[in-house]
């Protein structure tokens, strides 16, 4: 994602928050959208491991390529293209331990690659992500369902805003009752000014 995305996606959930959450402010409904975006955020990433996958599906060439050097989750190789230009590249992720395993730096591995999309794979690792991928959608469906039941169960508790101006807010139950106030509550207060700032700096800091 492109920080110019990531500003505007910064913007959008700061107006869906002052606009929306502040007017339909019941807890159930809160917890509701917050599962709501994660769930969109999986799909999303998953949409672009998929999208490579088709890509390599369709326009990928199989060859043989050196293993480079092996760090962490990624694989990077050194191949001969069709046109006989030497290319370097790296696999980003989804390697398993077992694949991984299999191969050593210096030797021959065998891979898939798309000059359409630049991207590569392992081939078991290609094969193996081709099967699974659709398993990971149960995921974002997961978080779905707990947001809804969310919605459902906790429909009665309101989330409200101090009128001081500050960040933190107050849930009340459905007689009015404060039941949690994250200003007079130390953990929760931190755990507010720590998301607060990490979303700053995380959308400034790109």
């Given at each position: 994602m492109s920080t110019f995305e990531t500003i505007c996606v910064g913007v959008f959930l700061m107006a869906y928050y002052f606009f929306v959450l502040r007017k339909y402010n019941t807890l159930g409904f809160r917890l509701f959208s917050v599962f709501f975006f994660a769930s969109l955020a999986v799909c999303y990433w998953w949409y672009i491991d998929y999208a490579d996958l088709k890509d390599v599906e369709k326009n990928g060439v199989a060859t043989g390529a050196v293993v480079l050097k092996k760090s962490a989750d990624n694989l990077e190789f050194r191949f001969t293209d069709q046109t006989g230009n030497t290319i370097v590249r790296t696999q980003m992720g989804g390697i398993s331990v077992e694949e991984f395993a299999s191969v050593s730096e210096g030797k021959p591995a065998p891979v898939l690659y798309s000059r359409q999309s630049d991207v590569i794979y392992l081939k078991s690792s290609y094969q193996r992500q081709l099967k699974d991928n659709i398993y990971i959608l149960f995921f974002p469906g997961l978080l779905f369902l707990i947001g809804c039941l969310?919605?459902?169960?906790?429909?009665?508790?309101?989330?409200?805003?101090?009128?001081?101006?500050?960040?933190?807010?107050?849930?009340?139950?459905?007689?009015?009752?404060?039941?949690?106030?994250?200003?007079?509550?130390?953990?929760?207060?931190?755990?507010?000014?720590?998301?607060?700032?990490?979303?700053?700096?995380?959308?400034?800091?790109?």
């Open positions: 969310c919605w459902i169960f906790l429909r009665k508790y309101r989330v409200h805003a101090h009128g001081d101006g500050s960040i933190h807010e107050y849930v009340t139950d459905e007689n009015g009752k404060v039941v949690l106030d994250d200003a007079k509550n130390s953990t929760t207060k931190s755990l507010r000014n720590y998301a607060t700032f990490s979303k700053l700096f995380g959308i400034f800091g790109k």
